[in-house]
């Protein structure tokens, strides 16, 4: 089969079916006379095989999620632990339309809804903020600390200052969307002084997200010292046109410039107290602490907040661990199981062992594992995103084939999954239900 035949049929083929032999049409369409147009064709098909996979276990994910939260003999936690704490936020989102529109959902309840209700707690938040999307979620963190009496202006300056123009984009527009209110105003009302200046300032999103000049980091610190030295008022703060400038300069900087400083500073004044330190003794309030986690990268910042929570000598505070790795993406908490070690010398996951129990501890415990049906958050990555061709393309369509092999295992893994707990459902009917959802929804990826 040519690999143009391949891509005018693929659109047939249904999520179950045995795949065309794709490396041995990549090699024929490698040696074919257009290579290139050839292999992109090849390519695209693979695409579409894989997309189809996942969208088959989105909805095979959907009836076993419903299953496990209404079974006869109660929920079923290790199941929903299984697919929950096992999928990127991408293909739960994609689960959750496919969840809301099944036959069995009466109520049309979104997926976060069902398990946040159903399950309470710090373990039913945690597997919450599994489902939502990154923008979902931190929109949802931010009404939080913004909602009821006072204002957690910690976790205000955590959001903000730990993400990048993107995301704090797409956290305002699910805000607004949600409550159809402007965030800044909300924000005007409960924030104040400067502290509200530069909060305001990173919603705007403009904020560069260039690499650091050292060149100019040495600069921009020498300003900070000077600014710490002759810029005091008579009780040992900054002056208020002090705390403009500094702001001026950590806005104006890319966060890895920000980085670039702190390490500038301490280099040219190893005698003298730390950036961080200095500040911490000349800034009181919030703004204190949205200074100080702008000079911090956000792993850092995660870290500490993690160590911290189960640092007690009585109790664990479970609400930075669910809020922190359920919010992540798979690949971010993988990521920051290394950063602990390197950082603490400690294990993240042995720690979470003793300071969890439970079936809180299995969900933290399995999502920081990072199983999911691509195999790798690489291939995901290499699936959503376009390469800028050469080598980049070869890795690229290696990546997708591997993820397209380990998608069609976990299919088989479903399978033997629904089988277990089909005991009070028609299988073949809900075989039915799960192949006709599939050609008719709308599945977006």
Known sequence: MSSRKLVANNSNMCAESTAPDFPLLLEQARASSNPRGEVLLVERAIEDELKKVLNYIATRDAIIIYKACNHLMGRDDDLLIEILCCRTKRQLEACDAIYR??????????LPSKVGRDIGGNYGNFMEYLTHNRGK????QLKLAMDGI???????????????????QEMKEAYEKKTDKSLGDRLRSELS????TLILKLLLAGRSEGLADDNKARQQADSLYNLTINGKTLFGSLSDNSIKQVIAILIESSPQQCYCIRRQYE??????PSLEKTLDKMVSGPLKSAMLYMLREPQD??????????????????????????????HVTQNLVVKFREKYDADLQQMIQKATGGNYRKA??????????????????????TPSGGAAQDVRMELLLSALLHAKDSIAELDSVLLKVSTWFDLLAVQENVFSYCDLLPFVL
């Open 267 to 272: 280099a040219m004044h190893p005698s003298k």
């Open 101 to 110: 529109n099944i036959p069995q959902n009466s109520k049309k309840r979104s």
């Open 193 to 196: 002084g400067e502290h509200q």
């Open 137 to 140: 979620f931190n929109a949802s």
């Open 364 to 385: 933290l415990l399995a999502y920081l594992e990072g199983k999911n049906p691509l195999g790798s958050t690489d291939a995901e990555f290499a699936l959503w995103h």
């Open 150 to 168: 006072g204002c957690n202006t910690d976790l205000v300056n955590e959001i903000f200052c730990t993400l990048n123009n993107r995301e704090i």
């Open 301 to 330: 910042i995660m870290c500490h907040k993690l160590k911290t929570a189960m640092s007690g000598l009585v109790t664990t505070d479970e609400e930075p661990i669910s809020r922190i790795i359920g919010g992540s993406m798979m």
